[in-house]
């Protein structure tokens, strides 16, 4: 996000026109120009800044409260074979309306334009990109973590949980789900037609709401940002643990086999010493433990995986979609009431230059009724536009309300890392002394081993 895409002041009153675009020049709409009265300039009055209790602007909720509206899990189905085609399959179930159905991606794909069309100016999380040539196991799962993120984050939405189409979403087991998500949705209406407070939007909306909403929005940018660097890293460690656990696992197959080899050996080149012997029998029992610290790191690396790694990108998704909200305020309802307001001033232009050339009246009477159709969609755009800018309020505070899931994140790392770390000291603990036969003296009594620093020193 640039500077320069922060500009979310309400759109000008009608009468004087919304400065034009930095990109797009609009020509000024005429000096006489009525102005709907819902646009009336207000002076920034104190009363306005300090909100009242009980204004429906601010949200009273705590991350406890959001995380318990629900949690629903998506988990894969066996791929259904046909004969020319198979697609992958997922079992939604919430703990909320204790269902569990059957959904495809493309349900998702339906559900997710049926948010858009219902909550235009509200946050609503990206759905993951659908693959059109085959997909592996690596991408099905990454599909998968993507579509419980999702899911999770628009049923715990205040608006979106108490919306009838969520619950048919998770809910409905019949046959043709998408189409009832389109009936649900259709001669419906978006939220602005719906909320009793749409038309009194600009009322609740602080004096400075230009300069909190720049200010917000460079802040949100700035832990995405940051944010996102703490994913890289934390899916590199985790990275590194399956790593770990892989070469562990080799590394106490390869002692086996070494202690495992049967090749005889001429009794000129042990000199008649049972030293090998002894070493091959103590390398062969020590694959079990090594596979047990193989065991254990690949644990902490899912443990992460799951309590890390998915809820930085669960915050992520959220930060996402904030973002993705201030682009479609500007290149959605903002620049809709600019245009709507630079074809009114032509009009107005057309008018004037009607009534000086003395045209016939059945035609000027036609433009004065396309120009009070247009004012009505003015007053209509600069509704929406108080309306967007009101629900753009309402998704920061929420943005907000997620912030505390950062210390669980941390604090999920932290134990994760204590936890693994020991229990593979156990595990190592517990082997030092299975080692001793491997350094027995020259008389077959053992010898500790000896430090890297020995035999080491210039002196």
Request: charged share 25%; aromatic share 6%; hydrophobic share 40%.
């Amino acid at each position: 996000m640039t500077g320069g895409a922060m500009d979310l002041l309400p759109a000008a009153p009608a009468a004087a026109a919304a400065e034009p675009e930095a990109d797009e020049e609009a020509d000024p709409p005429a000096a006489d120009s009525p102005a709907p009265q819902v646009s009336e300039p207000r002076a920034p009055a104190s009363s306005r800044m300090q909100m009242p209790p009980g204004n429906p602007l601010l949200l009273s909720l705590t991350l406890q409260e959001l995380l318990a509206r629900d949690a629903v899990q998506v988990e894969l189905i066996p791929e259904k074979k046909g004969l020319f085609l198979k697609h992958v399959e997922y079992e939604v179930s919430s703990q909320r309306f204790k269902s569990c159905v059957c959904r495809r991606y493309n349900d998702f794909v339906v559900f997710h334009e049926m948010l858009l069309q219902k909550f235009p100016y509200r946050m609503v999380p990206a759905l993951p990109p659908k693959r059109m040539l085959g997909a592996d196991r690596e991408f099905i799962e990454a599909r998968r973590r993507a579509l419980k993120r999702f899911i999770n984050l628009v049923a715990r939405h205040p608006p979106f949980s108490e919306d009838v189409v969520l619950k048919l979403f998770l809910s409905f087991s019949g046959p043709d789900v998408q189409n009832k998500l389109k009936e649900c949705a259709q001669c419906v209406g978006d939220e602005f037609m719906n909320c009793k407070l749409a038309a009194r939007a600009k009322d609740f909306l602080p004096a400075d709401i230009q300069t909190q909403f720049v200010i917000s929005r460079e802040l949100i940018c700035n832990i995405y940002n940051s944010f996102h660097k703490l994913r890289d890293r934390a899916e590199r460690m985790v990275s590194r643990a399956i790593d770990n656990a892989a070469d562990l696992l080799i590394f106490g197959k390869e002692l086996s086999a070494l202690g495992s080899d049967t090749t005889p050996l001429p009794s000129w080149a042990t000199l008649n010493s049972s030293t090998w012997g002894s070493l091959k029998q103590a390398l062969k029992g020590l694959s079990v433990e090594f596979a047990l610290l193989a065991d254990k790191a690949a644990r902490q690396s899912k443990q992460e995986e799951n309590d890390v790694v998915e809820k930085l990108n669960l915050f992520l998704d959220l930060l996402q979609s904030y973002k993705d909200l201030c682009e479609r305020h500007e290149k959605g309802v903002l620049h809709k009431h600019q245009r709507a307001l630079h074809k009114y001033s032509l009009m107005k232009r057309q008018l004037t230059s009607a009534a000086v050339q003395n045209r016939e009246p059945e035609s000027v009477e036609q433009l004065e009724s396309r120009i009070v159709e247009q004012e009505n969609v003015i007053q209509t755009m600069e509704l929406r536009n108080y309306f967007s800018l009101y629900c753009l309020h309402q998704e920061t505070q929420l943005v907000h309300v997620y912030l505390p899931l950062t210390s669980h994140i941390l604090g999920a790392f932290v134990s994760s890392q204590i936890q693994g770390h020991k229990e593979m000291s156990k595990v190592w603990n517990d082997l030092q002394p299975k080692l001793q036969c491997l350094f027995a003296g020259p008389h077959g009594a053992p010898s500790p081993p000896r430090s890297p620093q020995d035999g080491l020193s210039p002196h």
